[in-house]
């Protein structure tokens, strides 16, 4: 039967063809981008694992199954019964009900003391009384974003039901317009860094990929993506996509639920939790400077309430004529490339987002298979002739040397860091070198917002690379936080490091622009045997800059609002290799990787010269014909 081409009663009634009757489907509801079958009889469903993946298979299209309002009991109720199935000894620390999946999420220590005769029994008592039942290990306390996310996805349930099928339905909608295009609009973000956000439209959906503001600059215009240079109606956007959590790409997000957006937000989970978190944190800074930002918490909330979670690699309808697949894009924990496959065939597009065509302790390098591309969006960060950075073991040769020179000098070491990847990979490495005795067991101090975002690292070890992610998983291990690390958490401890010996401090943020960091710094600064290393880019204006430039005294506003002079005799230095980004050499052999394939591509999120340099290098050295150009902000490129 032509699904595609048909109508949506005929995708419901092929569905019910395709059940016995013992399976007891009482009603089908579209859900997002997933079907939902409703039946009165879970179990049926549960001993016949094979039924939902058929009905997959014959219309590509995401089915879930959950019980009938009708035969599930009340959480309280299940929660009790659920309860006196787990021992004791698996350490429980949470029950998690999601109405809407008819989930029931259980958080253990120890996840082994659920499995075999225990599982099934639990199990089989929860599919009776209408859930599913799935087991967290839980590794490190929750992260208080973590409890925020389900609290806010909790309280509002019913309205997130109702918004699901308001989506599902759009979604599902018969196609009425057979005119055949793609249009790409650059609204920020390009022949530039910041404000990222690109529209996708076809004569039937409108799509944004990002939407992100420029912190860099202080004009409102240069700011914000330029959504009124198309006046778009926020109504008529089908759906945006998020690559990744960083504010670049995802600060305006809020901003569009302000103004009257109501469609979903499409991204991966730790994404999600992440942008949550930068979102909360700038709301906070904002608001300790006196500060009004551009959104309230009451549209991080929306945005949290519209969010739909993809895993890694599954493809999903989002409009009539589109579907999505993201994939790792090695970056940050949970960043992604956007696949758009466009009209049934019509045309098949990738937006890179930010991403590493290399390896690093936390990720495998950016995915680059697909089996169709006809155009290639890429980042040009790094795409400057001289952008070509150390490898990853040079890199951390040369921190642990570094760092020894002034520990063996009975210095203390700074090491700024952003709180979101560059962090993590820092702490696993001076772990990896402490065990092996490369370098001494001075303590190690951390602070700042790293802690927490260290903490939903471990949330999602499905995101990491093998290694990692076996780590915590099947060995229950914290890779990142061991007991040799002390996490300060009053500013009234620092008194300690202060006082004490050499030692190895890892503060946010990383350009000494805010955040603990600069408090270290600035009382590190003037005994000559300590040092600062920076391990990611300082932004020209910022106190790290001026510090890595030579400054040799600086000012800064202390606690109470003084002004403090600071001479600056200890060592600063910069090492490169860290980052999370693919340096120029990196970025060519992904995009070789297209070679064959693409008939076109576009280079954005660079400055300048660095766009410039890699459109003519894609042009001369890979294509050998112009087939890359660089957008200007406000420009419309016609795909097909
Ligand atoms: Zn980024």
Redesign the pocket.
Known sequence: MGIEEGKLSSVISEIFQRLPPEAQVSRIEFEGPKIALYTKNLKFFMQNPNVIPSIVSAIKKHVVVKADESERKEEEEAREEISRLIPKEAGVSGIIFDGIQGEILIEVKDPSLLEGEVRSKIDEVAQEIGWKVKVRRVIYHNPQTYEFLVHTLKSYEEERLLLLRDIGNRIFRDRIISKKDVLVTFLGGADEVGRSAILVATPESKIMLDCGVNLGVSSMADMFPRLDLINLILEDLDAVVLS?A?L??SGFIPVLFKYGYEGPVYCTEPTLTLTTLLLTDALKVAESEGKQLYYDTSHVKDFIKHCITLPYSSVTDIAPDVKLTLTNAG??LGSATIHLHIGQGLFNLVYTG?YKFGKSRLFQPANYIYPRVEALITESTYGGKDDIMPSREEAEDKLINSINETINQGGKVLIPVPAVGRAQEILLVLNEYISQKKLPEVPVYIEGMLTEATSIHLLYPEFLNKEIKDRIIFQGENPFITERYTIISHPKDREEVFRGGPSIILATSGMLEGGPSVAYFSELAEDPKNKTIFVSYQVAGTLGRRVLDGSKQINIMDSNGKIKVINVNSKVEKIDGFSGHSDYNQLLSYISKFKNKVQKIIVVHGEDSKARNLNESINRFIFKRNISEVPRVGETIKLY
Do not use: F, M
Request: a negative charge.
């Open positions: 990744h960083h670049d790409h970056h940050i930010d």
